[in-house]
C-alpha cells in the first residue's frame, strides 16, 4: 500500500525557520495536503494542494515540492506552532486517502 | 461559517456496535462528501471511508470493509458511521470532515477542509 514518509520530530527555537518532509513514490505525484494537529484538537488544514495557503492561515506557513518530496515551512516559528503536522494524499492504486505517520515540532 | 458538530463519547463492550453522528450547517450538505478518520491515542489519522451526501454512494478503507457503515439524513444534514465487532484496538477519538474534490490528471481524491470536534470510542470489558 501506499506510505507517505514523514520525520518523526521537529526541533527548533522561536524565531526559526521549521522545515517538515513529506515523501512518497506515487508516479505521477498526486498534491499533498497539510494538517496541524494540538494536543485535545482537531486537525486544522494549514496547505492544500502541495503549495496553497488557506485563508486565515499565517503567512509563515508555506510549502513546496520538489520531486516526490513535499516540504512544509513555517518561517519565524511562534510557540503557538508546536504541534503534530500531518501531511495527506492519496493511494493512487486504490484511491483511498492516506496520511503520513505525523512530525512532532518541538519550539525550544 | 461551516460546521460539523458529533455526538458525545461512547464506552461499548467487545463485540458490540457504535455508531456516530455528524450534524452538519452552515453549508449545502448535499454538495459534498463526507469522510470519517480515526485516531488512536499517541498514533497517526486514519482514514476510515467517505459518503457522497447527495447520491449515497460511498467508499471505504479496505482495512474497515465489512465492519463500517457510513450513512446520511439528508433532511437532518448528518452523516452517520457505525462501526461493528468492536475491538479494544477500535478504541480511538472518531472524526468526521468535509471532503473538498480535487482532480490532477485521471484521478480525482479529496482533501479536509473542515473537521468535526471528535467522537471518543472507548472499548473496554
Known amino acids: 500500500s501506499y506510505e507517505l514518509t514523514q520525520p518523526p520530530s521537529v526541533s527548533v527555537s522561536p524565531g526559526q525557520t521549521a522545515r517538515i518532509t513529506c515523501s512518497g513514490d506515487?508516479?505521477?505525484?498526486?498534491?499533498i495536503f497539510w494538517y496541524q494537529q494540538k494536543p485535545g484538537q482537531a486537525p486544522v488544514l494549514v496547505i492544500y494542494k502541495d503549495t496553497e495557503r488557506p485563508s486565515g492561515i499565517p503567512e509563515r506557513f508555506s510549502g513546496s515540492s520538489s520531486g516526490t518530496t513535499v516540504t512544509l515551512t513555517i518561517s519565524g516559528v511562534q510557540a503557538e506552532d508546536e504541534a503534530d503536522y500531518y501531511c495527506q494524499s492519496v493511494d493512487t492504486i486504490s484511491t483511498c486517502e492516506v496520511f503520513g505517520g505525523g512530525t512532532k515540532l518541538t519550539v525550544l | 461559517q461551516v460546521q460539523l458538530v458529533q455526538s458525545g463519547a461512547e464506552v461499548k463492550r467487545p463485540g458490540a456496535s457504535v455508531k456516530v453522528s455528524c450534524r452538519a450547517s452552515g453549508y449545502t450538505f448535499t454538495n459534498y462528501v463526507v469522510h470519517w478518520v480515526r485516531q488512536a491515542r499517541g498514533q497517526r489519522l486514519e482514514w476510515m471511508g467517505w459518503i457522497s451526501a447527495g447520491n449515497g454512494n460511498t467508499k471505504y478503507s479496505q482495512k474497515f470493509q465489512g465492519r463500517v457503515t457510513i450513512s446520511r439524513d439528508t433532511f437532518a444534514t448528518t452523516a452517520y458511521m457505525e462501526l461493528s465487532g468492536l475491538m479494544s484496538g477500535d478504541t480511538a477519538v472518531y472524526y468526521c470532515?468535509?471532503?473538498?474534490?480535487?482532480?490532477?490528471?485521471?484521478?480525482?481524491?479529496?482533501?479536509?477542509?473542515?473537521w468535526g470536534q471528535g467522537t471518543l470510542v472507548t472499548v473496554s470489558s
Open positions: 470532515a468535509r471532503g473538498r474534490s480535487i482532480c490532477n490528471g485521471t484521478i480525482c481524491y479529496f482533501f479536509f477542509d473542515y
Open positions: 506515487a508516479l505521477p505525484k498526486p498534491f
